[in-house]
């Protein structure tokens, strides 16, 4: 088996280095927590079918269990076929923004259990919409790999209520820049 997640020259699972086959040390090399739960919300970014904009989210609570996933797309039973995933026509109702539901949303409605507490992984800073829904499952931290749109005013809004709430944003600062995903045993 490879496994192409860790840095060259770390030990594999099942790398020993003793005669009679047991460990002595635990391999070096693996992923940090913020590394693993933002990486789960890229994943599953990768299931988007906007062409444009591709957002995963992963809400884990204070155990370290994950909780929530989601990604951004149109509601279950609304086709991707038939709605529309421009950005600008000349109705709104002919774009994808009265429609998509963004995937912060969908980890939480898609949450196995109470958000109390939780903490939500999300590649980009959350819309204000997504904000509201955020303050009242409970969620109390975001943990964010980019905040382009911070001159918007749906990102201020957004600010502005987590502030009040006490919900804590904070940029990751990865601490390895890609992880490779191999399904070849
Ligand atoms: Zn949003």
């Known amino acids: ?12 699972a099942f790398e020993t280095d003793e005669p009679d086959g047991t460990q002595a040390k635990k391999r070096e090399g693996y992923i940090s927590w913020d590394d693993y739960f ?31 996933i989601g990604y951004n797309g149109f509601p ?5 076929d038939e709605l529309p ?5 000349d109705s709104i109702n002919d774009t994808k923004y009265p429609y ?24 980009l800073f959350p ?8 303050i009242q499952s409970g969620i109390t931290e975001i943990v964010y790999l980019e ?3 911070a001159d918007t005013d749906t990102v201020k809004a957004a600010k502005k209520m987590f502030d009040m709430a006490g919900v ?9 820049k890609s992880i490779q995903l191999d399904f070849e045993a």
């Open 85 to 89: 995933w421009r950005r600008k026509a």
């Open 168 to 176: 804590k944003y904070r940029k990751l600062e990865p601490r390895r």
């Open 100 to 123: 998509v539901v963004h995937a912060e949303v969908n980890a939480i409605l898609n949450s196995t259990k109470k958000l109390h507490n939780a903490t939500m992984y999300v590649a």
């Open 38 to 68: 933002m990486g789960v919300s890229i994943l599953s970014a990768e299931r988007s079918k906007d062409p444009n904009t591709q957002v995963g989210a992963c809400i884990v609570d204070q155990h370290k269990k994950i909780v929530g």
């Open 76 to 80: 279950i039973g609304c086709s991707d």
């Open 127 to 134: 819309c204000n919409e997504c904000a509201k829904m955020i």
């Open 147 to 149: 905040d382009k749109y």
């Open 1 to 12: 088996m490879t496994d192409t997640t860790h840095s060259k020259g770390a030990r594999t």
